[in-house]
């Protein structure tokens, strides 16, 4: 069984964690991957940073840029994992934006995934429509999932394709919005989270963006099958303490 | 060949809608609704009538005595720098405007480059009376100074686009950016060719007015509406579009598009996309733009703001492509020296931008008789500072 699904099937309130290849320091991959496991993540999403991020805020904005300015490639970014899974055996996937992917190669950077052991890929900026189209074959091929994102706004039958097409899990967005914003449990928010609840969708859910606090995560949690935390993260991490930060940001989440 | 978009939204290879989920519901909703509300009689009665009485046109096709003796052909140009605000820009606000309208949206956001695009849909946006928010780069806006107080002027709020280069690119970032965080009642007016379908399309149909009339002037000018070039400048590629627009399918008419070289193609301070450039995504379709080995977009220069841009619309990758397009750079120092040509000889102080057409006039050879049409796509006032500061004016 795939590591994505056996952590679904044997676990409730996931705690995910996103941050962002190559940052602080460039060779901090790893290293923060061990600690958070080890601090108590269940899932962690590796971000291989992009020039362009449209998706995301300013604090995801600027720890891409640093990261890219210290040197960090997709390249790189393979030969730091490549020794993932002697050190890390919860399930990882690479976010980042499809740009890189294609000059890598999709069949390339499929490959690449499978040989250091991750698990999936978020991409928010590829379609749905050329997903199914072109790559779909290539990444089910490679047993890779490709996870999807939904926001309040998604209609309910796009929905259902989408947890068609899914084989992982399916990302709520709290709202329309870039990342790194507070998460405001509003009613609306909460009769999108039941809405999506009640579909009975045959993929499991996580929510993210803008869960900044034990709270704002149990909240999530209510509705889903477990949170994302990626800004939060990310702001804390320092590079003077950098397995200290991780831990002391951890506890909040873990107690 | 299909030169134009298939129902998938793809020109060739080219185009689509890569864009998160969080912009679908947007994009849908205009892929859905444009071409229905575009050819609906009402709004084309409403856009022909703003275009006429508020834009002024047709714009003028003007035959370039002087210009035309110099290079031995006959050199027409398309006045686009009379337009009301002066720019071809405002055709395609004029129509995203009335459009917005028609989907009921109450918010108009923008990037702009050189500022005309902002400054056009400023101006729109206050003789509707809806809100705007334009984002512009840190470094455009201290070169384009005349321009940032029109817009504060029209009472748009103009928002500093600080990250990467800090020019047009990061303006659209920041827009895109925007419409993300408001989904429901904003509508995102881009500037140019480019962006996820349908804006290429749909940007292209706007400015199409260009190539239109020029059709009928040339027929009235000289019997013949079938001229041997046409040419135009590049950024996102608008108004060379619109130049190309009613030319495309009639092989006959050769079409040259002029990318902004900057210092130089191979000096690493140049925006010539097609020279430089590889296949890829930007800004939510599959183009060609420049980017590092890795996929990482690459900082442009040019000294026109507005051909300040990594990247060139879908529809004109297809254009390169295939061959129907020939696609050629000029120079900082040939751009500026166009521009200062045209001052001398006809009187007419060309946008940095549309000087980038005019000096590639100087490039080419003509037998004598050959009719030429080049589109002026903007008037210099704008850059004035920058004239001023490289001649020692
Ligand atoms: C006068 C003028 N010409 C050309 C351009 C370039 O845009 P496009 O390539 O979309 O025509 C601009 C952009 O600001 C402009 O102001």
């Given amino acids: 069984m795939s590591r994505i699904k056996e952590l679904f099937q044997t676990k409730k309130n996931i705690l995910s964690i996103y941050y962002t290849a190559g940052y602080p320091g460039l060779n901090d991959t790893v290293q923060i991957a061990e600690t958070l496991e080890q601090s108590g993540a269940d899932l962690l999403e590796i971000g291989f940073p992009y020039s362009d991020p449209v998706a995301d805020g300013p604090t995801i904005q600027a720890s891409s840029k640093q990261s890219l300015d210290q040197g960090m490639t997709l390249k790189l970014l393979f030969e730091q994992l490549k020794d993932l899974r002697k050190k890390v055996s919860i399930p990882v996937l690479l976010m980042g934006y499809v740009n890189p992917v294609l000059q890598f190669g999709v069949e390339n950077f499929c490959k690449a995934c499978v040989e250091v052991g991750v698990d999936g890929c978020i991409v928010p900026d590829l379609p749905m429509a050329e997903y199914e189209a072109l790559y779909q074959g290539i990444f089910e091929g490679n047993g890779l999932s490709n996870i999807f994102l939904v926001t309040p706004q998604t209609s309910t039958e796009r929905i259902h394709k989408i947890d068609g097409l899914s084989n992982g899990f399916i990302y709520l967005l709290s709202s329309s919005a870039t990342t790194g914003q507070n998460l405001q449990v509003s009613e609306g928010t909460e009769s999108y989270f039941s809405r999506i609840a009640d579909m009975k969708l045959k993929n499991p859910t996580m929510i993210g963006f803008g869960i900044d606090s034990k709270e704002t995560f149990d909240k999530a949690c209510e509705y889903a099958n477990g949170a994302i935390i990626g800004s939060a993260f990310v702001k804390a991490l320092d590079a003077n303490d950098l397995n200290g930060s991780v831990k002391t940001f951890m506890q909040k989440f873990k107690g | 060949m299909n030169y134009f978009v298939n129902e998938k939204g793809y020109f060739g290879d080219f185009g689509g809608a890569y864009i998160p989920e969080m912009l679908y519901p947007n994009v849908e909703e205009l892929r859905q609704n444009y071409l229905k509300i575009i050819g609906d009689e009402s709004f084309q009665k409403e856009f022909h009538q703003l275009l006429k009485d508020y834009v002024g046109r047709p714009s003028p096709l003007y035959l370039a005595k002087r210009l035309s003796q110099k290079y031995n052909a006959n050199i027409f140009l398309k006045r686009e720098d009379l337009n009301h605000t002066g720019a071809h820009k405002i055709n395609n606000t004029i129509g995203q405007i009335l459009l917005a309208e028609r989907l009921g949206k109450k918010r108009i956001i923008a990037e702009t480059g050189a500022g005309q695009h902002g400054v056009a849909t400023a101006t729109v946006c206050a003789l509707r009376g809806l809100e705007c928010v334009v984002y512009m780069g840190e470094i455009d806006i201290q070169r384009q100074a005349p321009n940032v107080a029109r817009m504060k002027m029209l009472g748009a709020k103009v928002v500093p686009a600080t990250s990467g280069s800090k020019t047009l690119k990061d303006a659209t970032n920041e827009a895109m950016r925007d419409w993300i965080n408001n ?89 010539a996309t097609t020279f430089l450039g590889k296949e890829g995504v930007l800004h939510g379709s599959r183009s060609i733009l420049m980017q590092t080995e890795d996929g990482q977009v690459v900082e442009p220069h040019s000294v026109s703001a507005g051909l300040d841009y990594p990247g060139i619309g879908p529809q004109h990758a297809h254009l390169f492509k295939t061959g129907r397009g020939e696609y050629v750079s000029i120079t900082d120092d040939e751009a500026l020296q166009a521009g200062l040509l045209l001052t001398q000889m006809e009187g007419i102080i060309p946008a940095i931008e549309s000087a980038h057409a005019l000096a590639y006039l100087e490039k080419m050879s003509f037998k004598g008789g050959e009719n030429v049409v080049v589109c002026l796509s903007g008037r210099g006032d704008k850059d004035m500072d920058t004239y001023m500061k490289y001649f020692n004016l």
């Fill in chain 2, 183 to 271: 989904p429901i009642d904003t509508h995102y007016i881009i500037g140019s060719v480019v962006g996820p379908h349908p804006y290429p399309d749909m940007v292209a149909i706007f400015q199409s007015i260009i190539s239109e009339e020029t059709k009928k002037q040339l027929i009235e000018q000289t019997g013949n509406d079938q001229p041997d070039y046409v040419l135009a400048c590049v950024g996102g590629g608008s108004n060379a579009m619109g130049m190309f627009y009613h030319f495309i399918d009639d092989e006959k008419v050769k079409l040259i598009a002029v990318e902004a070289g900057g210092r130089g193609v191979d000096t690493g301070f140049s925006a």
